[in-house]
């Protein structure tokens, strides 16, 4: 498993179903210039993608964007840890509010397949965030309160998980929370248990180069989770050199 104390911030690209070929080769011909001291890039493509992403990048990490909860077995279309793990994926992303929303998964099932993640030695990114509605309703915490109780396995610790707050209605709106928002919010999930102290926690949800670095220098954000602005690749190497 990759040492996450090395690392001072983290840069999670979750690139969803986007990308081909001739995408990757350009991006990493790019990405490969740059030098990211102490600064984790993680590169999340489309499964399928994983491993030409891996062979031509330099320094960046490679992340999946899902995995199954079974080991084994008759799941067609189905992709296990073990498999990822096979490969030399790093992380995965788990709990996306796009696959609780569209693809109907519960916290049983992110804590699955986070324990799985861990089992095989990937670090799991376990997405948790409240709804516009929940919002609306000052139903923030009591949400976060759940979904970490819920979605987050026992055996994850600050060694071998991260988590990733990213307010669903925040995603792929340009509208981000206020910088007091999030740190309240990433404040609150810490203080859930003793154990979240030393936890790494990303911010993700319309994160873009006029907001990064005043979001990555709050004192409890880790990193981000980016997804439109990871796509375009001049603007993703801005965000991370940006910030301190
Ligand atoms: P966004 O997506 O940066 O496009 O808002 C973030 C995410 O979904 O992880």
């Known amino acids: 498993m990759i040492e996450l104390s090395n690392f001072?911030?983290?840069?999670?690209?979750?690139?969803?179903?986007?990308?081909?070929?001739?995408?990757?080769?350009?991006?990493?011909?790019?990405?490969?210039?740059e030098i990211f001291n102490k600064k984790c890039v993680?590169?999340?493509?489309?499964?399928?993608?994983l491993n030409i992403v891996k062979d031509l990048s330099k320094d960046s990490l490679i992340g999946a964007q899902d995995c199954s909860f079974?080991?084994?077995g008759a799941y067609t279309g189905e992709i296990s840890a073990n498999m990822l793990s096979d490969i030399g994926v790093n992380f995965c992303i788990v709990g996306h509010s796009e696959r609780r929303k569209y693809?109907?998964?519960?916290?049983?099932i992110i804590n699955e397949k986070a324990s799985k993640l861990i089992e095989n030695n990937i670090v799991p990114i376990?997405?948790?965030?409240?709804?516009?509605d929940e919002k609306k309703n000052n139903r923030t915490e009591e949400i976060l309160k759940v979904q970490v109780a819920a979605s987050i396995p026992k055996s994850a610790n600050n060694n071998n998980s991260i988590i990733a707050y990213e307010p669903v209605w925040a995603i792929?709106?340009?509208?981000?929370?206020?910088?007091?928002?999030?740190?309240?919010?990433?404040?609150?999930?810490?203080?859930?248990?003793?154990?979240?102290?030393?936890?790494?926690?990303l911010y993700g949800g319309s994160v873009n180069i006029k907001n990064s670095k005043q979001i990555l220098n709050l004192a409890n954000v880790n990193g981000a989770l980016i997804g439109g602005a990871s796509l375009k690749i001049d603007e993703f190497i801005e965000i991370i050199n940006n910030s301190s």
């Open 126 to 132: 376990i997405c948790i965030g409240e709804t516009l």
């Open 70 to 72: 079974y080991n084994e």
């Open 103 to 108: 693809f109907r998964e519960s916290n049983d």
């Open 172 to 201: 792929g709106t340009g509208i981000t929370p206020t910088l007091k928002e999030i740190e309240d919010s990433h404040k609150f999930i810490r203080n859930l248990d003793k154990k979240f102290l030393n936890f790494k926690m």
């Open 8 to 33: 001072r911030s983290f840069f999670v690209a979750n690139w969803k179903l986007n990308g081909n070929f001739q995408f990757i080769r350009q991006y990493l011909e790019i990405l490969n210039r």
């Open 42 to 49: 993680v590169l999340c493509p489309p499964s399928i993608y």
